[in-house]
């Protein structure tokens, strides 16, 4: 079976979607939700996913771990809350606290919105991410490639921290694995307390190259192959960003994806990428 280690739900008439603008993503403007997820998910043999968050706003996390309780496909939440707050502390345990907090298994931001690349460096930030640590939780990076020297920087300094690189960093659509996103990605995962999600890839892929319905798997290989190189398959997990996937691929095509891009590797190495890290990273 399979681990899907990111995706999300949303719910239009309960809060808007703020980062759906524009006639690329007007295909997300509806609500996706875990009923939609079901049958999709059984088609492709996943049995537990990560829930991830989707906005910046206290209310969502709470509905997730809601949700979670009440659905055996989520076996754990990755959930915001502001990093900054002086009581970070106390507010991670009073989530921990309510009706489904035994599945917050970790934290994430939308760093890639921060204009500063070094955001994740402020000392306000740091001491929230410590209390990431201390609460025995997860941090998921969400970060553009100008934002990943930073990304490496903060993982050095907080080693009892894992850092869980969401999309691989969003590389660029070129051509090949770019520079410096290249060698940023080696720098992140020779550090033992990084991880790196494949998911996300359909969509940050140069749409020119999808030919009808043949799935582009030739333009992926690089990024795959620096991610394999640098983190080992050990530190790799399968995630199928659905919904957000849906602008570029369907759920099953982006499993088909994920599996002949691991063709290559052994038996055990496939269970850790589809399973066992997400399994043992999560705490799932």
């Not at 993982?155 to 869980?164: E, I, Q, S, W």
């Not at 995630?239 to 691929?249: F, L, N």
């Amino acid at each position: 079976m399979t681990v899907d280690a990111h995706h999300h739900v949303w719910d239009l008439s309960v809060r808007d979607q703020d980062w759906i603008t524009g006639p690329e993503l007007q295909p997300l403007r509806r609500d996706f939700t875990l009923a939609d997820l079901v049958p999709l998910a059984a088609a492709a043999s996943v049995d537990r996913t990560v829930l991830v968050q989707t906005v910046t706003v206290p209310e969502e996390t709470p509905e997730f771990l809601a949700l979670a309780a009440g659905h055996d496909l989520v076996a754990g939440v990755v959930g915001w809350t502001d990093l900054t707050r002086p009581d970070v502390a106390d507010e991670l345990a009073r989530l921990r606290e309510l009706p489904g907090g035994r599945y917050l298994k970790g934290i994430r931001h939308q760093v890639q919105g921060e204009p500063d690349p070094e955001w994740l460096l402020r000392p306000d930030v740091r001491r929230g991410l410590a209390a990431v640590a201390d609460a025995g939780l997860v941090y998921d990076l969400l970060v553009l490639p100008h934002q990943l020297p930073a990304s490496v920087r903060a993982a050095a300094a907080l080693p009892g921290l894992t850092f869980v690189l969401d999309h691989l960093g969003k590389p660029s659509p070129a051509a090949g694995a770019p520079e410096p996103w290249a060698s940023d990605i080696r720098a992140l995962g020779e550090l033992p307390n990084t991880v790196c999600k494949v998911s996300g890839l359909v969509t940050e892929m140069d749409r020119s190259l999808w030919g009808g319905t043949s799935w582009p798997l030739a333009p992926l290989r690089p990024w795959w192959d620096t991610a394999l190189d640098a983190f080992g398959p050990g530190r790799l997990m399968f995630g199928s960003d659905w919904p957000v996937c849906t602008v570029a691929a369907t759920y099953a095509q982006v499993s088909y994806l994920a599996g002949a891009l691991a063709i290559d590797l052994g038996p055990d190495e496939r269970d850790a990428f589809f399973e066992g890290t997400a399994t043992r990273v999560y705490d799932l």
